[in-house]
Nanobody
Framework: QVQLVESGGGLVQAGGSLRLSCAAS????????MGWYRRGPGEQRVLVAT???????NYAESVKGRFIIDRDNAKNTVYLQMNSLKPEDTAVYFCNAVVKTYRASPQYNYWGQGTQVTVSS
């Protein structure tokens, strides 16, 4: 079993910054990718940013130039630095990890419980 624990959400004024963290722990052999998704009020969950192991970072168009995703592979932790926040960034942010639990295992998708980010105008 793999657990993802998020932290760093909260309330911020428009134009401000927040930094989200997500640490993965448990039966981890390797992590193929980590990322962040969000679900706004009344909306579906959508991709914010992903960072594959040894691959290219990927961002949603709506956050390019404002958000930065990064990883600490030694700590199995992914970060999301969110700058120039807008009210439309208000959402529950979910951490995601694609994990192999042993060498020959399939890849499994794991999710954090979500952390609320609220941007006031």
């Amino acid at each position: 079993q793999v657990q993802l624990v998020e932290s760093g959400g909260g309330l911020v004024q428009a134009g401000g910054s927040l930094r989200l963290s997500c640490a993965a722990s448990g039966s981890i052999f390797s992590i193929t990718a980590m990322g962040w998704y969000r679900r706004g009020p009344g909306e579906q969950r959508v991709l914010v940013a992903t960072i594959p192991t040894g691959g290219t970072k990927n961002y949603a168009e709506s956050v390019k130039g404002r958000f930065i995703i990064d990883r600490d592979n030694a700590k199995n932790t992914v970060y999301l630095q969110m700058n120039s926040l807008k009210p439309e960034d208000t959402a529950v942010y979910f951490c995601n990890a694609v994990v192999k639990t042993y060498r020959a295992s399939p890849q499994y998708n794991y999710w954090g419980q979500g952390t609320q980010v609220t941007v006031s105008s």
